[in-house]
Structure formats: C-alpha cells, structure tokens
C-alpha cells in the first residue's frame, strides 16, 4: 500500500522557519518524482515545488514566488522528501501536501503563520 | 503560467443523473513527448485529493467506470455517470504539462 505521511507543521511566527518532512513507503521512492502542494484557506491548490529522480539528476523546478524562500530536498535512502521554508509570510498559512507524481497525495499538514 | 478555468463553480445534481465538468487551459496541454499530462482529482470532506483519471482520459487503479475523461489541446470534461452519494465534494483538474504546474479552481458537487 502506498503511504506517504507528512510532519512538521504547526503554528509559526512570521519571518521564521519550517521544515516539513514526508516519509513514503509502498512504491520505489527512488525514481518517483516527488512534489510538494498546498491548499490554501479559501481551497484553492497550488502546487509548489517538484524534484526529479537520480536519472533526471534530481533536477529542481519551483513555483516562482516560494523561489529562494522554499526548498525541496529528497533523502532515497529514508525514502523521504523535505520542503525548508524560510522567511514565512502569513499568505503561506495553507495545508501542506507531499505527493508522488503518479498520483498520490499524503493527508496533508496544517502551517499556520500568525504572530 | 497556464490558467485552467473550470465550469461550473458549483453543481446540484439527483441520485443517478449524471453530471459533467468542464475544464479549459489557456494554452494547449499536448506535450512533445505526445501525451497530454491532464488529470482529474475528487476532494471529498475533510479528506486529501485523490486521483481519478490521468492522461485526459485514463481511469485511476479501482476508479468506478461512473467516471469517464475526455477531450484535447484546451478542452477537457469529466462527465460522472449515475451520480451517487459518495460523489459529492470538490472536483479539480490539474495539468502538469507546462512548469509552473496548475490547478483549477475546483467545482462543487452537491446531491439534490
């Protein structure tokens, strides 16, 4: 069964970091394309960043306005992926969604920013 | 970035009538690579999205045939046939053709 399990989240002061982390299991993480989504209050779904297997050299893609303040990294051998967010802004309060490309979708974790 | 406009915004539909969403890109979703990378998603309450057709038109491992995916280039539809109660929630299209990948802005599902 696939499962992917996203943690890390919690309520977060503006201007500060998180680090979300998604543990996966049930498929071969290792040439999965994993991404990372949000939903936002109003539900509205964004996707955020996306990076490649090994053979596509782990390349990198991210929405243009989380670049240089989002990071997505992967760790094949957890079979885990990670979003850092640096420098968090109260818009980026939404449900945070790691997913494997082929379809799947964790449950989701809430960041809130509020001071 | 591509924009995907989906009607309607929200849809009242009776047990066992079908229903039909409609999804439209701003640009078209056919790849060089030949496939057309257009998805539809259910979210149902207090649950994550989950995937029902891939590829404009393919049906999700253990999807009802109740679900069906069309069209091409710019225009897609879903169409959901003998709608039944475990249906309702929010309806998206997604494309992952064109970086930044896009959503719609969903429709909503009611039973009458």
């Known amino acids: 069964e696939v499962q992917l399990v996203e943690t890390g989240g919690g309520l977060v002061q503006p201007g500060n970091s998180l680090k979300l982390s998604c543990a996966t299991s049930?498929?071969?993480?290792?040439?999965?394309?994993m991404n990372w989504i949000r939903q936002t209050p109003g539900k509205r779904l964004e996707w955020l960043a996306q990076i490649e297997d090994k053979s596509n050299n782990y390349f990198i893609s991210y929405l243009e306005s989380v670049k240089g303040r989002f990071t997505i990294s992967r760790d094949d051998s957890k079979s885990s992926v990670y979003l850092q967010m640096n420098n968090l802004k109260e818009e980026d309060t939404a449900i945070y969604y790691c997913t494997w490309s082929s379809g799947y979708w964790g449950q989701g974790v809430m960041v809130t920013v509020s001071s | 970035d591509v924009v995907m406009t989906q009607t309607p915004v929200s849809l009242s539909v009776s047990l066992g009538n079908q229903a039909s969403i409609s999804c439209r890109s701003s640009q078209s979703l056919l790849h060089s690579d030949g496939n057309t990378y257009l998805s539809w998603y259910l979210q149902k309450p207090g649950q994550s999205p989950q995937l029902l057709i891939y590829?404009?038109?393919n049906r999700f491992s253990g999807v009802s045939n109740r679900f069906s995916g069309s069209g091409s280039g710019t225009d897609f539809t879903l169409k959901i046939s003998r709608v039944e109660p475990e249906d309702l929630g929010v309806y998206y299209c997604?494309?992952?053709?064109?970086?930044?990948?896009?959503f719609g802005s969903g429709t909503k599902l009611e039973i009458k």
């Open positions: 997604f494309q992952h053709t064109h970086l930044p990948l896009t």
């Open positions: 049930g498929f071969t993480f290792s040439t999965a394309w």
């Open positions: 590829l404009a038109s």
